[in-house]
């Protein structure tokens, strides 16, 4: 039994719909869990690395934050970069912070919902406070 001309095109253009409505899906997600939530945490910046496999590189770095009641454990925050470019202002500036050792105030975006990005980490550094 022969399908139909209008059966073929059905047929081919159904699974393009559903992709494209998948990738549609996929794009308001990544839109509206942008910038989910923003704040600044203080603490003492520990570590920064570029890690990553070749095709994805990006900047890991470790935050030591200090509880408020003495004795209490430190808590480590992970957190990356958008720009990770070693001349970044941004970069170079959590740099300089890391060799001093100081407290420092970072501001930050949190993103929810990525299907797919490089840093495991859903918090980006966009700012230091002076």
């Known amino acids: 039994m022969a399908l139909s001309r209008k059966a073929k095109i059905s047929l081919i253009l159904a699974p393009i719909a559903l992709l494209l409505l998948l990738v549609a899906w996929q794009g ?8 989910y939530s923003e704040g600044t945490r203080t603490g003492t910046i520990r570590k ?4 990553g496999p070749p095709y ?5 770095g470790e935050m030591v934050l200090q509880g408020a009641i003495p004795g209490q454990p430190a808590e480590v ?3 990356s970069v958008d ?4 001349t970044s202002p941004l970069v170079v500036a959590l740099h ?5 050792g100081e407290r420092v105030t970072l501001r930050y975006r949190q993103d929810l919902g990525s299907l797919y ?3 495991p980490s859903e918090y980006f550094v966009t700012a230091i406070e002076k």
Do not use: H
Request: net charge negative; hydrophobic share 30%.
């Open 28 to 35: 308001a997600t990544v839109w509206w869990y942008r910038g």
């Open 48 to 51: 920064l690395s570029i890690k």
């Open 56 to 60: 994805c590189k990006y900047l890991a």
């Open 77 to 79: 925050w992970e957190f």
């Open 83 to 86: 720009d990770d470019e070693e």
């Open 96 to 100: 300089e912070n890391e060799k001093k």
């Open 117 to 119: 990005r490089c840093t």
